[in-house]
């Protein structure tokens, strides 16, 4: 979260009804976030338990051993099945949660569109890039989603990416309906998200000696 929910509070004007859920393990950066929905003061990882993060603290990254729980508590958390928008930027803590997202481990779980920030490749997330290649070749082989628009960020500090399903029609369709407005210029009757549900996980970091 880090002090910013600009970009929340545009989705929230557009879909005021939806239910805002996010994380941050410091307190001071995610707290703002209780002005528009429900702040966890939690790192969220693939396990629950106590993670070595990278949090920004007084102007500087370092390293701060901090509470986790997973992704799926989260999700278990909101009692719905539809999420319809689900950003992540993690600072590395991504790499640990793109396996969670595979068909056979998702259940019930309907995520309509994923946003994600994908850190470079360092020690701290134990991440190299072909390890990171053969973990997308495995999200492309056995999720249901596909990348459709990646962008560089930042002088290549990161990689922005969106995600949706490759069950477009039958998976994303029981979250959108038809209804006459101007969204994204527009002004015509469109298919456009309910936007029920939106969560957020910023700022795990993991760095070595990962979960405790």
């Given amino acids: 979260i880090g002090e ?9 004007a557009y879909f005021p009804n939806c239910t805002f859920v ?9 707290k703002i976030y209780e002005e528009i929905g429900h702040f ?30 997973d992704f799926y508590s989260i ?23 793109f396996p969670l997202l595979k068909r ?16 470079g490749f360092a020690a ?20 249901n989603y596909l990348p459709i628009f990646g962008q560089l960020m930042f002088n290549d500090a990161f990689n922005r990416m969106f995600w949706n399903p490759t069950t477009w029609i039958s998976e994303v369709t029981a979250c959108w309906h ?12 469109e298919y456009i998200p309910k936007a029920d549900w939106c969560i957020q996980f910023t700022r795990p970091g993991i760095a070595e000696g990962g979960v405790d």
């Fill in 4 to 12: 910013d929910i600009e970009a929340e509070r545009k989705v929230k």
């Fill in 104 to 119: 056979n481990l998702l259940n019930n779980f309907k995520i309509c569109q994923i946003s994600v920030e994908i850190h």
């Fill in 22 to 30: 996010g994380a941050d393990p410091i307190y001071k950066s995610g």
């Fill in 40 to 69: 966890l003061n939690v790192a969220v990882t693939d396990k629950n338990g106590t993670v070595t993060a990278s949090v920004y603290e007084n102007q500087n990254y370092q390293d701060k051993n901090v509470q986790s729980i």
């Fill in 75 to 97: 999700l278990q958390y909101m009692n719905s099945s539809n999420i319809d928008f689900f950003f992540l930027d993690a600072e590395g803590a991504e790499y640990p949660i």
């Fill in 124 to 143: 701290q997330y134990r991440m190299t890039v072909e390890k990171f290649r053969d973990q997308m070749f495995d999200l492309l082989e056995n999720s």
């Fill in 178 to 189: 038809r209804a006459p407005l101007a969204f994204m210029g527009m002004a015509k009757t």
